[in-house]
């Protein structure tokens, strides 16, 4: 019998397949690796443990626990929205709560579901939602993908959602925070939207009369909408409004459908990104089950992160103007600086995937194998634009192509497309590559902030702390290695690191194992004996132990005395201002004491 649902939990799901359906796992002895999701890293430094059920970072950030801590990082919640995450996937049920109690989060989270729920029992019980869903059927949306996709329909009311939600126990506000109301503080408004009521704040439903798609985040769960029009009669107004950044919903940091298609994505290893939710619904549809799509926003570069947990190759089908600045192009830009590998779907004019589907599939399938990779597309996109020939010409492609090849991060692949280009212009490699110095990348980031993981705000860990876990790690890894060390030394390491080494001593490392020793400590020890555990099975091998560890313990000790001069040193200091000669002589004595140490 578990004890509690934090037991329970863990003992239904496995920390491998929790972590692996947000970073590309690899497989490494008994372990797994991956670049660390929390910093930025090029050589994976980050470890998953499945016989002790944890994690840790080896590199800069040093981050590490159970998976309640993972998900707490990698979702930005605190441990009792974890827990409600967790539960969920689990089929852990939890005791119910006072809703008094409950975290905004939560109740926002509740919000949503409730409204996800609403806008789907309109779509089938009301009349201009069975409208709407005849003109989603017509587009060659299947009735399986509504369900899938939990398509639904906004009553053309102004507070039909609100009621629905207040009479659910939810007040007007949260359902503003929500991001599914809008409260206007004056009249302004009024008269020209037609709304019944005269009032001075006045709060109303922000989606009307609009096909719903939900959006979800990596864990299916509800956290914003789009709403899209139905017909021509609309075109007056935005063709898709989206729920604003909430609490929950961030546009930004968003990709429609990565909870259906990370797990696709990963298999296949490339992503297909395209443009609307219904372009993503129909080309999951027709069976390419590894798409994605932006969410009223260009790529930006928080997405990015997100995508390259999963795969490093991307294929979309955007409409690309190579020319002109806009969003679109700078977030492929980006996408090419962070070193995606990019392949560009070509676009038939005035065709978006959902309708080539539609009208043939077969045409969508020869569309993505014929697919570019970005550098060839924007080459043979520019050479054709201009007379490659003439010296005007040549400048053109030239300023389009250069700060193009200069963004390419790998140096040998930018090589390549430096002397494609002085082949299509006929010119020397040379000049290409004088030009290519002076040519400009503009350092434009789409929506974001820098992205919040970055090495710049890590602090390492001391070097004492390295030293000492390094020497406990080496004696799990061969016990017989306490037996064969000056005790001496363990005074000169710290509070926790000396508990350990008693312990060692009391149970006799070098008969009883680990597994044995956690019973008999607290769990703040047990946790720290896991991560070390986990830290002697991914050194490296081939080093002779006896050494490592003498050489640890040596600098170690150095230290240690290093510090105590220090500290000495203040203190004579203090003694000679209050001139205190005996206090003097006795800091001195010990100073040379100690200092004879070092040599």
Request: proline share 3%.
């Amino acid at each position: 019998m578990l004890n509690s649902p934090i037991e329970e939990i863990k003992s239904k799901l496995d920390i491998v397949e929790v972590i692996g359906d947000y970073i590309k796992l690899q497989k490494a002895g008994a372990n797994y690796r991956a670049l660390c999701p929390f910093h930025s890293e090029k050589t994976p430094s980050f470890f998953v443990s499945p016989a002790r059920q944890i994690w840790h970072c080896f590199g800069a950030c040093s981050e590490g626990g159970d998976i309640f801590k993972f998900i707490m990082k990698i979702e930005g919640v605190e441990f009792g929205d974890a827990l409600r995450i967790l539960a969920q996937r689990a089929g852990v049920k939890l005791r119910k709560q006072d809703s008094r109690l409950k975290t905004e989060r939560q109740r926002l989270y509740e919000i949503c579901e409730l409204s996800c729920q609403f806008f789907e029992k309109q779509l089938e019980g009301s009349k201009k939602g069975r409208q709407a869903k005849s003109y989603i059927l017509k587009r060659g949306v299947s009735e399986e993908s509504i369900k899938k996709w939990r398509i639904g329909y906004a009553p053309d009311t102004w507070e039909g959602l609100s009621d629905f939600l207040v009479g659910k126990g939810y007040n007007r506000e949260e359902i503003v925070k929500a991001g599914l109301a809008v409260k206007k503080q004056d009249n302004s408004c009024i008269n020209s939207c037609n709304y019944p009521r005269k009032s001075a704040s006045i709060i109303y439903d922000r989606f009307r009369g609009r096909i719903i798609f939900p959006v979800f985040d990596l864990n299916s769960q509800v956290i914003g909408f789009s709403g899209r029009v139905i017909s021509q009669e609309q075109e007056l107004t935005a063709k898709y409004i989206n729920t604003p950044n909430t609490f929950l919903y961030d546009k930004s940091k968003v990709l429609y459908g990565l909870d259906k298609a990370k797990i696709e994505i990963r298999k296949k290893d490339f992503c297909i990104l395209v443009e609307g939710n219904i372009d993503a619904v129909m080309v999951s549809q027709a069976g390419f089950k590894n798409v994605v799509a932006v969410c009223g926003t260009a790529l930006t570069l928080y997405q990015l992160k997100v995508l390259k947990r999963y795969s490093e190759n991307l294929i979309t089908a955007f409409d690309m103007d190579i020319a002109g600045d806009s969003a679109t192009k700078r977030g492929i830009d980006l996408a090419q600086s962070e070193g995606f590998n990019l392949k560009i779907i070509t676009m038939p004019k005035n065709l978006d995937p959902a309708d080539i589907i539609f009208k043939n599939p077969k045409q969508w399938e020869e569309l993505l194998q014929q697919a570019k990779s970005i550098l060839q597309f924007y080459f043979d996109t520019t050479i054709s634009r201009f007379d490659s020939k003439t010296p005007e010409g040549k400048r053109e492609i030239s300023k389009i192509l250069l700060p193009i090849i200069k963004r390419i991060p790998n140096k040998i692949e930018q090589s390549y497309w430096i002397r494609e280009l002085a082949k299509d212009l006929e010119v020397k490699e040379e000049m290409v590559e004088q030009e290519l110095k002076k040519a400009k990348i503009e350092n434009k980031e789409i929506g974001e902030e820098r992205f919040s993981n970055s090495d710049s705000n890590l602090s390492p860990k001391p070097r004492r702390q390295i030293l000492e876990e390094r020497v406990i790690s080496l004696i799990l890894r061969s016990p017989q290695l306490f037996l064969d060390i000056d005790e001496s030394y363990f005074s000169y390491f710290s509070k926790k690191s000396q508990e350990i080494l008693k312990i060692f001593k009391k149970e006799d490392i070098s008969k009883n194992g680990v597994e044995n020793l956690k019973k008999k400590i607290s769990a703040e020890l047990a946790d720290f004996l896991d991560y070390l555990s986990l830290k002697s099975e991914i050194e490296d091998d081939g080093i002779d132990l006896n050494t490592e560890v003498a050489n640890c313990l040596k600098e170690i000790k150095l230290i240690e005395v290093r510090e105590r001069l220090d500290s000495i040193s203040k203190e004579i200091r203090k003694a000679e201002e209050k001139k205190n000669s005996k206090e003097i002589n006795k800091l001195t004595k010990e100073f040379n004491k100690l200092a004879g140490e070092l040599i």
